[in-house]
C-alpha cells in the first residue's frame, strides 16, 4: 500500500529511538528479581546483613524510575507514531475517495465508508502501535529474562520451566486464524449496519411521512442482531487464550515448584534464586499472555489493511492528480461529435449517437422525458465519466486532455439535488469560492433570486440551513445552490432540472437576471418545464438516449413533434391551475 510506504519514508526513523529505548527498558525489568533474589538471600542465617538488604531495596527502586522512564520515552516515539501514521492514512483514505470516479459512489455506501474511515484506519493504527510495542517488549523481556535465568539456576530447570511455550504458541496461532476470520465478518456487518442507520437518519423524513417508523425499526433489528452475534462469537474465540496460556503456564509452576523446591532442599541452589528464577517465569508468562492481545490486533489490522488496500488499488480519475491548465484557457464553446456512451463500457447504450454545438455565450436547452439521457450527459460533460477520444470537445480541446479539476473549476452546475452543508447560507455559497466577499455573496444572491427571501431567515445570511438545508424550504434550497454556482462567475453553466421547486414567476425573474447580468456566459439549462428555455439559442429534445427533435422554440412547435405536444399539455395545464 503505496500511503503506508510514503508515511514510513517520512516517520518511520520515530521507530528507532523508541526500539532502543524498548530494548533498554526490558534489560532494565530483568534485574529487578536479581534484586529480590539477592535481598532475600541477605536476610537468611543468624545475621542478616541488614544494611545491605537496603541497598538491594534501593536498586529496586531505582530500577523501577529507570523503566518508568524508558518506557515513558519508547511509547512516546512507538505509540505516538502510531497515532502519526492514523492521521496520515485517513487523511490519504479521504484523498483517494476524492480521486474516485461517481460510478464509485454509486455502488457503495455512506456508512461502508464511514467504517474504512474509522475503524479499519484504527486496527491499522493499534497493529503499528499497542500490537508492535507489545510484540517488540516481549522479544525483548523474554530474551534478556530467559538469559537472566541461565544465570541465575541450573539449565534443567530452566528446561522443565520453558518446556509448554511451544504448545501455548501454537494454541495462540491456530486461534487468531480464527480471530482474523471472525473480525472480518464484524466489519463487514459494521459497514451494513453504519450504511443502515444513515441512510434512516437521511430519509427520516420520509419514513414519518409515510408512518413506516414501525416497520423500519423491525427491519434494523435482525441486522443488529446478527451483528451482536458476529462480535460474540469473535469474543469467544478471542477469549480462549488467555485462559489456554494461564493453564499450560500453571503446570510450568507445578512442575518448577517441586523440581526447584527439591534443589532449594538439597542446597544446589539458594532460595533467592529461587525466587528469581520465579519472577523471572512470572516475566516471561505476561509477554506470552500478551501474544493473545498481539495476535488478535494483529489479525484486525490485516484484514482492515487489505480492505484499505482494496480501496488505494482503485483506479483514480486518470488526470485527477495532473497538471493544472489555467481557467482561461478553457471557454464556455463545447462541441459534441458522435458521442456513445454505457456505464459499464460493454453494457447497453445511455447515450447514442449524441452530437450537437454549443457557441461561447449561447444557451442551451435540453428536455424530454425521464430516464431519456439528460442527466448522463451532463455528467459526461462535468467529466464523471469517462469517453472515448474525439467525442467531446471544450473550446476545441478534448476532454480527455483537459485535467478534471481544471475543467470543473471553470463549471458552474447547478444538479437536481441542491445539496447544501449544515452551515451558514452565506458559506454555502461561498463554498465554490471561499475568497469570496461578502459583496459578491448578495450580489450572487440577487441573480437566484435569494436576496427577497431575506426577512425569512432569522439571523439573516448567517442562518444555519440545517443538515442537507433542512431548515429552508425547497425553493430556498435550489437558490442557494444556484447563488453557490454563480459566485465563481462561470464561463459555463449548468442548470439540471434545478427550477423545479420554484414557481414560474421566480423562474422567470431568475433566467431574466442570468441573461441581463450574465451575458457572454454559456449555459446548459436541463429541464421538465419548459417555460425556462423557452428563449435558448437551441433545444434539444431527448428520448432513449438519443437526440430526437433539434431547434428553437418556434422551430419546434413547426414541426409539431413530441415537443411541441408536450409544451400544449404544460400551457393547458397552467391554464386551468389558473382558472383559465
Not at 459526461?380 to 481544471?406: C, H, N, S, W
Not at 473549476?409 to 455559497?429: K, R
Request: some cysteine.
Amino acid at each position: 500500500m503505496e500511503p503506508l510506504r510514503r508515511f514510513f519514508r517520512k516517520y518511520g526513523w520515530r521507530y528507532i529511538p523508541g526500539v532502543i529505548f524498548l530494548a533498554l527498558s526490558s534489560w532494565i525489568q530483568t534485574l529487578g528479581p536479581m534484586a529480590l533474589g539477592n535481598a532475600i538471600d541477605l536476610l537468611e542465617g543468624e545475621d542478616p546483613q541488614l544494611e545491605a538488604v537496603f541497598t538491594q531495596a534501593g536498586w529496586i527502586v531505582l530500577i523501577a524510575l529507570g523503566t518508568f522512564v524508558t518506557r515513558f520515552i519508547w511509547r512516546h516515539y512507538i505509540i505516538g507514531n502510531a497515532r502519526n501514521l492514523e492521521v496520515s492514512l485517513r487523511e490519504d483514505l479521504f484523498a483517494k475517495l476524492q480521486s474516485l470516479p461517481v460510478s464509485f459512489f454509486n455502488e457503495h455506501k455512506t456508512g461502508d465508508l464511514m467504517a474504512y474511515a474509522i475503524n479499519d484506519v484504527g486496527a491499522v493504527r493499534m497493529t503499528f502501535g499497542p500490537a508492535t510495542s507489545m510484540m517488540l517488549t516481549g522479544v525483548g523481556v523474554g530474551t534478556f529474562t530467559v538469559l537472566s535465568m541461565g544465570v541465575a539456576v541450573p539449565a534443567k530447570l530452566m528446561i522443565w520451566a520453558l518446556l509448554p511455550l511451544p504448545v501455548a504458541i501454537a494454541a495462540v496461532y491456530f486461534i487468531g486464524k480464527q480471530v482474523r476470520r471472525r473480525f472480518t465478518r464484524v466489519q463487514e456487518l459494521f459497514s451494513a449496519i453504519s450504511g443502515r442507520i444513515q441512510e434512516s437518519i437521511s430519509g427520516m423524513r420520509t419514513l414519518k411521512a409515510f408512518a413506516r417508523e414501525e416497520e423500519e425499526i423491525d427491519a434494523f433489528a435482525p441486522q443488529n442482531e446478527e451483528m451482536q452475534n458476529a462480535n460474540i462469537q469473535l469474543a469467544d474465540v478471542s477469549s480462549l487464550l488467555n485462559p489456554i496460556i494461564q493453564v499450560i503456564f500453571g503446570i510450568s509452576f507445578l512442575t518448577t515448584l517441586g523440581l526447584g523446591g527439591n534443589m532449594v532442599y538439597r542446597g544446589e541452589i539458594s532460595l533467592g534464586d529461587f525466587v528469581a528464577f520465579h519472577s523471572y517465569l512470572t516475566m516471561i508468562m505476561s509477554p506470552i499472555i500478551s501474544i493473545g492481545r498481539i495476535i488478535n490486533l494483529l489479525q484486525r489490522g490485516m484484514a482492515s489493511y487489505k480492505r484499505l488496500n482494496a480501496i488505494f488499488e482503485l483506479p483514480s480519475i486518470p488526470d485527477f492528480e495532473s497538471g493544472e491548465m489555467p481557467a482561461q484557457d478553457i471557454d464556455g464553446a463545447i462541441q459534441v461529435r458522435n458521442l456513445h456512451f454505457s456505464y459499464s463500457g460493454t453494457g447497453p447504450e445511455v447515450l447514442s449517437d449524441i452530437s450537437f454545438t454549443l457557441e461561447k455565450g449561447k444557451v442551451l436547452g435540453i428536455v424530454g422525458p425521464i430516464g431519456s439521457g439528460k442527466s448522463t450527459l451532463i455528467s459526461v460533460l462535468t467529466k464523471e465519466y469517462p469517453v472515448e477520444e474525439g467525442q467531446v470537445f471544450f473550446g476545441g480541446k478534448d476532454i480527455r486532455a483537459i485535467p478534471a479539476k481544471a475543467l470543473r473549476e471553470t463549471i458552474g452546475i447547478v444538479p437536481q439535488d441542491s445539496f447544501l452543508f449544515g452551515c451558514s447560507i452565506e458559506e454555502n455559497i461561498q463554498f465554490y469560492q471561499p475568497g469570496a466577499t461578502h459583496e459578491d455573496v448578495l450580489q450572487a444572491a440577487h441573480l437566484s433570486g435569494l436576496d427577497r427571501d431575506l426577512a425569512q431567515f432569522p439571523q439573516g445570511w448567517k442562518t444555519i440551513v440545517g443538515e442537507r438545508g433542512s431548515h429552508l424550504s425547497g425553493g430556498q434550497n435550489q437558490r442557494v445552490a444556484i447563488a453557490r454556482a454563480l459566485i465563481r462567475k462561470p464561463s459555463l453553466l449548468i442548470l439540471d432540472d434545478c427550477l423545479s421547486a420554484v414557481d414560474t414567476g421566480t423562474e422567470a425573474a431568475i433566467l431574466e437576471n442570468l441573461k441581463t447580468q450574465m451575458e457572454g456566459t454559456t449555459a446548459i439549462i436541463i429541464t421538465h418545464r419548459l417555460s425556462a428555455v423557452l428563449s435558448a439559442d437551441e433545444i434539444l429534445y431527448m428520448d432513449e438516449g438519443r437526440i430526437t427533435e433539434r431547434g428553437t422554440h418556434a422551430q419546434l412547435m413547426e414541426l409539431d413533434g413530441d415537443y411541441a405536444k408536450l409544451y400544449r399539455q404544460q400551457s393547458n395545464q397552467e391554464g386551468e391551475e389558473a382558472g383559465i
